[in-house]
């Protein structure tokens, strides 16, 4: 063939911009909606601290077409061809293929798995992997460019000269970035003293450095695509650094509903910044800082942001939960024109982002101006109203068009020991709740009673974010000691590794690969400790975590006045769905897709759902996408798609 792509291995820098790329042109230029869809036909290849593109070297001799019993694959122009209609799946040619740059991708109807592979980008005028590369790494050749390079290396060898001396490329130029420079973050031994933010806002000075950092590897880079609202990172960072806030604000709320918010508490180093080009090198960029910084700061200079000129419709949407979900949710109609009515049990909006995160980690003021906000959009809230108890389910599906769920999940996993009822045994989630509501100054709830903690023995059991919310407000709430119990080691902690750093930075100790066996009464029953036994990691599960062992005779008693249980969530009782048929699985996660539904419709048609009710616990920023998908499909299904709708999704 005369025609393939090469990559330079001395200017890979390892984005991933070629795969993101490759994805999107094939996708009409668009985010896939679902992970499972992200199947470049170009990948990444990474050995050490080395990187390198492969992809379809359409041979001139291909065994792949050889091997294809069915002439899917053939020769073409100037390129190796695949007709999708006639591949049966049968794999003979990812076997041949001496590359591995064939694959097999599912296909839904009918429902098999067809080959995939590089086809040049055959539907427009170039490779979108070779126009997107910001190192020049990837060539496309064909017989001109061939040409070209053998007269070079014609002249390198009459010349002697083979660039052993030549000046650093393009990639060691680009790559050429100062260190990581974090917030900073307020002395442990002071700010354990206290339930205010930990870590302080970049000041200008910072963030226009900070800002300067980032690669710009594309416009849709890796960051973009691993943060699940697909922010517009590389932009907005390039706002930062031109000074432009507003501008980088109104980008912000293109895509998220609460930029201030994700900015504090969302996991980057799971996410935007873990996917940084930068991360392996001097340090990913502080996306989450600037982020932060950019809402703050456009805030601070009076700005809001605001729904514009809006054609009000007659519908309602009425919403359940005004959580990240909800209110993700809630946003999107709202900007479109659609009614959106938010019903809550708690007293204030945000859910777990108030009751549940710390002070500590999220100043609850940001949350209280967000509410004035939503309100000023046109959201109306009805807080301190819970669904089957202050308003009938019945009522919402009689007075509204569409009802989406954003219950969260707000049940609790026990440990499964005997004597977790007795007095000194907590759950996370009720402990912290009523923390929350003290430094909020709201009246105790019985649903959350205070525990007070002030010179006692606190033990948490548990190893994820929850857990160390836990320890760390134990340790503000004066207790004499606390310890973290968790049965894994270190390494494979759930949580973020920034809040264990934290949590041992205030005098939190650590108790890893240790496991409850028993909890310890006095003869009045209350808790005096917990039998713990220590453990070896095992062989893999099906998810492919290493299991806790026992060692036998290793028993011991961790002193133990208060015993917080922190295994996280699962979803609440919720009766009043079961009138309307609304199908849930065994575990009590409401399904929705599916049998011609949208993506996040429920087997009510007019009811949809998103975030931890449906997919389980997991983050903030999950939970908002979530949302805000499922204001796509309620548009959807009330055949609305007005222009202004339009565009933000192209935009998205």
Not at 38 to 67: G, K, M, Y
Not at 285 to 296: A, C, F, K, P, S
Not at 428 to 452: G, H, K
């Amino acid at each position: 063939m005369n025609k393939f792509i090469v990559t330079d291995p001395h200017e890979c820098i390892g984005c991933h911009v070629c795969e993101v790329a490759c994805v999107v042109a094939h996708n009409n230029y668009l985010w896939p909606e679902q992970r499972s869809a992200f199947i470049p036909r170009i990948q990444v290849v990474f050995q050490a601290n080395l990187s390198v593109a492969v992809t379809c070297r359409h041979c001139n001799d291909a065994p792949c077409v050889t091997s294809c019993p069915v002439d899917a694959l053939h020769f073409g122009d100037r390129a190796i061809e695949l007709d999708e209609q006639r591949c049966i799946g049968c794999k003979n040619c990812l076997v041949a293929c001496p590359f591995g740059a064939i694959e097999m991708v599912s296909r839904p109807n009918p429902a098999t798995a067809i080959a995939q592979k590089c086809d040049l980008c055959s539907h427009q005028a170039s490779p979108a992997c070779v126009a997107s590369c910001p190192t020049q790494a990837l060539h496309l050749l064909d017989g001109a460019a061939l040409e070209a390079l053998r007269h070079q290396r014609q002249r390198s060898a009459l010349s002697g000269d083979f660039g052993k001396n030549a000046a650093p490329g393009l990639a060691a130029r680009l790559l050429d970035k100062p260190a990581r420079q974090g917030a900073i973050k307020i002395d442990a031994a002071k700010r354990k003293t206290h339930f205010q933010e930990i870590y302080q806002g970049l000041p200008a000075d910072r963030a226009s450095e900070e800002s300067q950092r980032c690669l710009y590897c594309a416009q849709k880079a890796w960051c973009n695509w691993t943060c699940p609202l697909h922010n517009a990172i590389p932009d907005f960072i390039r706002l930062v650094s031109q000074g432009d806030i507003l501008k980088a604000a109104e980008l912000c709320h293109q895509t998220s509903s609460l930029p201030e918010i994700c900015g504090r508490v969302c996991p980057q180093d799971r996410l935007c910044e873990g996917a940084c080009t930068l991360k392996s090198r001097n340090g990913a960029v502080t996306i989450g800082n600037l982020e932060r910084y950019i809402t703050d700061t456009a805030f601070e200079m009076g700005w809001r942001p605001t729904t514009g000129e809006v054609t009000p419709h007659r519908e309602k949407v009425a919403i359940i939960g005004a959580g990240p979900a909800g209110l993700g949710c809630a946003d999107l109609l709202a900007r479109v024109g659609i009614q959106a009515d938010v019903f809550d049990r708690h007293p204030e909006i945000g859910g777990l982002l108030t009751f549940g995160i710390p002070p500590f980690k999220l100043d609850k003021t940001l949350m209280a101006r967000r509410r004035d906000i939503f309100s000023a959009m046109g959201i109306r809230f009805h807080l301190n109203c819970e669904i089957g108890h202050d308003v009938h389910f019945s009522e919402l599906m009689a007075t509204y068009d569409a009802i989406f769920l954003g219950t969260g999940t707000y049940g609790l996993l026990q440990a499964g020991l005997a004597h977790e009822d007795a007095p000194g045994v907590v759950q996370a989630l009720p402990f912290l709740i009523a923390s929350t509501r003290q430094v909020m100054a709201l009246e105790e709830d019985p649903r959350y009673p205070w525990i007070n903690v002030e010179g006692k023995n606190v033990v948490v059991l548990g190893g994820g974010d929850t857990a160390m919310d836990c320890l760390r407000t134990a340790i503000r709430r004066d207790a004499a000691s606390v310890t973290c119990a968790y049965r894994r080691d270190e390494a494979s902690m759930p949580g973020s590794k920034k809040e264990v750093v934290n949590a041992r930075e205030e005098g939190v100790e650590f108790l890893f690969n240790v496991q409850p066996q028993h909890i310890q009464r006095d003869r009045k029953g209350r808790v005096t400790g917990i039998r713990l036994i220590r453990t070896v990691l095992g062989a893999p599960g099906p998810d492919g975590r290493r299991r806790p062992q026992p060692v036998k005779g290793s028993e011991f008693v961790q002193p133990a006045d208060v015993l917080i249980m922190a295994f996280g969530f699962r979803p609440h009782a919720m009766p009043w769905l079961d009138q309307y048929d609304i199908q849930r699985d065994s575990w009590g996660l409401i399904k929705t897709g599916g049998h011609e539904r949208l993506t996040t419709q429920t087997s009510q048609r007019k009811v949809f759902a998103g975030g931890d009710a449906v997919h389980g616990a997991d983050l903030v920023v999950t939970a908002m996408a979530a949302g805000r998908q499922a204001a796509r499909d309620i548009l959807t299904m009330l055949e609305h798609q007005p222009a202004k709708l339009k565009a933000m999704q192209e935009a998205l």
